[in-house]
């Protein structure tokens, strides 16, 4: 429960130091926006794209069942932005609530007065979360990264990194000529290779080649069970 309203799709992430709540949800909850108290600090991803939140609320956050449950007050920062989920709770509220989660068992519990509560995850909600966050989500407004001389800097999604060059290509060409695919027998298990050292030279073009893609979209990192 956030401010007496049931929210589903929340993720709880241990990794995450700040609590997120989307902009969606936090309209058609219909707090009043005058509420949200301005923050000037943007939250940096993992592969350091950052985003600029619309600002920081204080709302009373309810987790468990029946008699033990536990309420506690959670700053969010509000961002607009697409994303997989409702809202994000991260290390300030889990510590709050002196959490302890279990990734395998999908639940975490927490210290009552009553009790030890708990909270179940649900199995088929979290995939298909999952699923949604791996692929790319259409934004078409540009977001707000950061300010140049006081002023805002947008930045688009998919602008290159580097400058482009032309290439003329002739018309027929066969895309079998040029299309790459992978030669995947799925009944076989994947064997994760073993990690390859680099020289530092080589360590930092490759880590630079890397930003690029990341920073163009082309690639994203994802992760997998096994």
Not at 1 to 30: C, E, R, T
Request: positive net charge; proline residues 8%; aromatic residues 6%.
């Amino acid at each position: 429960m956030v401010a007496n309203h049931m929210i589903h799709q929340i993720l709880v992430n241990n990794g995450s130091s700040a609590d997120v709540l989307y902009w969606p949800v936090f309209k058609q909850m219909g707090i009043d926006r005058d509420r949200i108290k301005p923050f000037s600090s943007p939250l940096v991803g993992f592969a350091g794209e950052q985003v600029q939140p619309i600002g920081i609320i204080s709302l009373p956050v309810t987790v468990g069942t029946t008699l033990k449950q536990k309420t506690i007050m959670v700053d969010f920062l509000v961002i607009d932005r697409p994303g997989a989920y409702n809202a994000i709770i991260g290390r300030p509220a889990l510590n709050k609530l002196k959490v302890v989660t279990s990734t395998y068992h999908l639940m975490m519990k927490f210290p009552t007065e009553e009790g030890v509560g708990e909270v179940k995850g649900d199995q088929t909600q979290t995939r298909r979360c999952y699923n949604t966050s791996l692929k790319k989500v259409s934004d078409p407004t540009p977001i707000v990264i950061g300010t140049v001389s006081g002023k805002s800097r947008n930045e688009p999604k998919g602008e290159p990194v580097e400058p482009l060059e032309d290439v003329e290509v002739d018309e027929g060409i066969d895309p079998k000529g040029i299309l790459h695919q992978l030669n995947v027998d799925s009944s076989v298990k994947p064997v994760k290779q073993k990690r390859r050292k680099f020289a530092p030279k080589r360590n930092m073009a490759i880590a630079e080649e890397v930003e690029k893609l990341l920073k163009a979209h082309f690639i994203e990192e994802v992760y997998y069970p096994d």
